[in-house]
């Protein structure tokens, strides 16, 4: 046990040494009616998830590989908010605990000195209109030293370890994760969405910027000018169009 001061988040908490996937573990428990806030830690991912069918690599006892199931009663074109909320817990966390200064870039990775740090994946489960639950997987790169990554990678992914110049207790950061995220998911439960927007908002570094956002469909290039209530990343292409952007990669 983590000892931990939250109430829901981390009530049942699953620890493993290897899996494929947290969030593979997460969706049978989920289905399974596992309770609001459970969690699933391990160790190591042989099969570690991505967004768009990417892999994570997840290598043993370096990282933070969790994820968690949530149940909040809110409609399936909102669950994109938790992915903005938990990015928002993580960045405070890091904050706290190493004193570095990360940034979000939207929707969900963490970057610290312009290098990426954490991944975020949220999945849904849902009826026709109605959220069952909802399972953010969360990956940190902790204690990796700089020789673990290939060339290629060292100049777009980092660890909070590299950054901070020291090894870091990483449960010590678990429970902080989690106390962040419990206090900002009840807060919307409570307040909606627009006070974790503006965090949000304080945190982000596209947002004003010209970016090109590679969507399945194709690239649009223009200014972020922010996200909707829904979390969603709105782009003013050069003819004045703003378009509304669910899913896509962003280049700064
Ligand atoms: C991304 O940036 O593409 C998201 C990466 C999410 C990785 C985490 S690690 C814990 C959980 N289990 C997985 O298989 N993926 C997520």
Redesign the pocket.
Known sequence: RLGLPTKVLGRDIHYEETVD????IAHRLANEDAPEGTIIIAEE?L??????D?R?H?PKYTGI???VILRPNIPPPKAPQLTLITAVAVVQAIEDFTGLSPQIKWP??ILINGK?VT???TELQADADRITSIII???INVNQKVEEYPEDLRAIATSLSIECDKKLQRADLIKLILQKLEQLYFLYLEKGFYPIKLLWESYAISIGKYITARTITGSIHGKALGITEDGVLKVEDDSGKVHHIYSADIEL
């Open positions: 996937s947290t969030q593979k991912q099969l570690g998830r991505g967004r768009m990417r994570w997840s590989w969790m994820s969900n990775d990426k991944g975020i994946l997987g969360i990956g």
